[in-house]
């Protein structure tokens, strides 16, 4: 079992609408939680962290931590063409901070 | 503001060389990691080191290995490159459970 998996996407949606991410990780021990988001041809940048359970908004964009169930997930509101990226969850503890495979989102104009 | 330089944006190389890919930090933190990133993938983490001169193997550590001499600098070295490392090659920093910062990348092509 990989230590990070997110909905595997692409996922499509039309500008204005939210887009809905998911995340759930394997290590019960983990500390922080993270939401990157990766243009074409560039490095992640941090858009959104998480550490304790329930809701975190900021902005367009909302965390969502659930320590039991080991899912994490990011909502964006009113979705925009240039949040079209790919979405990367990301998970530290013991010093290690490991990825998923990402989500690509299209905002449909 | 902050910054993580890595020493190349492309890299062409040939089969069995030994590359070496480095990156700088000028934040002070104490963990820094190496990730390569292939389409579909996502980042694989192939080490990390949360201090000087200390390492940990990641998930594909298999035909690299690591160096940390001083804090700010993290080195990645293909002991003899193959064509199945050719990648992009991400370095990042960050402090303790705190977010990481990203350098630029480095496209290595192994040929």
């Known amino acids: 079992q990989k230590e990070v998996e997110q909905n595997s996407g692409p996922l499509s949606v039309p500008e204005g609408a939210i887009a809905s991410l998911n995340c759930t990780y394997s290590?019960?021990?983990?500390?922080?939680f993270f939401w990157y988001r990766q243009y074409s041809g560039k490095s992640p940048e941090l858009i959104m962290f998480?550490?304790?359970?329930g809701d975190k908004e900021d902005g367009r964009f909302t965390a969502q931590l659930n320590k039991a169930s080991q899912y994490v997930s990011l909502l964006i509101r009113d979705s925009q063409p240039s949040d079209s990226a790919t979405y990367l969850c990301a998970v530290t503890g013991d010093y290690k901070l490991s990825f998923g495979a990402g989500t690509t989102v299209t905002v449909r104009a | 503001d902050v910054k993580v330089t890595q020493s190349s944006r492309y890299l062409v190389k040939r089969t069995g060389e030994k590359v070496f890919l480095e990156c700088v930090q000028d934040?002070?933190?104490?963990?820094m990691f190496w990730y390569r990133q292939d389409p579909g993938l996502g980042l694989r983490l192939i080490y990390f080191?949360?201090?000087?001169?200390?390492?940990e193997k990641g998930d594909i550590p298999e035909g690299y290995s690591v160096s940390r001499e001083k804090k700010e600098r993290f080195s990645l070295i293909l002991e003899s490159a193959s064509t199945n490392q050719t990648s992009m090659y991400l370095c990042a920093s960050g402090s303790m459970n705190t977010e990481a910062f990203f350098g630029q990348g480095t496209r290595l092509t192994v040929v």
């Open positions: 290590d019960r021990g983990s500390q922080s």
């Open positions: 080191s949360y201090d000087v001169k200390m390492k």
């Open positions: 934040m002070d933190h104490e963990n």
């Open positions: 998480i550490y304790s359970n």
